[in-house]
């Protein structure tokens, strides 16, 4: 079994802070894309951001230039540092991982969420 486990959330007030952590264990070769997603009371869940094993990251264009996505490949965990915090960022955040549980099968992994709240 894989486990990712979240860390970070709370509530921020609008221009602030927030990191969020997930790490991934358990019976795995290698992680593949990383990230995490959001959904917002009402609303269908949309990506935030991933990153591949090689580094490279993908953004919603409504989290660009506020969130940074990166990658610790050893302790195959990611960080989001999330700045400029808006109202509009107040969601429950998903954790996404596509594992390599053997070679050649590939599966994909949730998190258990973490609430992010931006209010004054």
């Known amino acids: 079994q894989v486990q990712l486990v979240e860390s970070g959330g709370g509530l921020v007030q609008p221009g602030g802070s927030l990191r969020l952590s997930c790490a991934a264990s358990g019976r795995l070769l290698k992680v593949a894309d990383m990230g995490w997603h959001r959904q917002a009371p009402g609303k269908q869940r949309e990506l935030v951001a991933s990153v591949s094993s090689g580094g490279s990251t993908n953004y919603a264009e409504s989290v660009k230039g506020r969130f940074t996505l990166s990658r610790d490949n050893a302790r195959n965990t990611v960080y989001l540092q999330m700045n400029s915090l808006k109202p509009e960022d107040t969601a429950v955040y998903y954790c996404?991982?596509?594992?390599?549980?053997?070679?050649?099968?590939?599966?994909?992994?949730w998190g258990q969420g973490s609430q992010v709240t931006v209010s004054p």
């Open positions: 996404n991982a596509a594992v390599y549980v053997r070679f050649g099968v590939l599966q994909d992994y």
